[in-house]
């Protein structure tokens, strides 16, 4: 996967870090994610995913959070390493 190519958090791998682009959720979930620090220009590592990967676990700053597959499909990423 090409670095720049912006993907959905969801396509991520295990281990993998990347920065957040765009966090297409809205009311609520929204601002749950931002108050947990999951914002625009943060940096995100994929810790574990669930089998079939239908949920996911992530860390954010000192912050882990676990995401379902819905969730994490709404948050767009790139630079991913």
């Known amino acids: ?20 682009t765009r966090i297409k959720a809205t009311g609520p979930l929204k ?18 995913c669930g089998i079939s990967k239908s949920t996911f676990e992530i860390k954010v700053g000192n912050v882990s959070l676990a995401l379902r597959r819905e969730e994490a499909e709404l948050i767009e990423v790139c630079n991913v390493r």
């Open 1 to 20: 996967m090409n670095k720049d190519t912006m993907t959905l958090l969801s396509a991520c791998t295990k281990g993998g870090v990347a920065t957040v």
């Open 31 to 48: 601002q749950r994610l931002i108050s947990f620090g999951l914002m625009k220009g943060c940096e995100v590592k994929m810790l574990e």
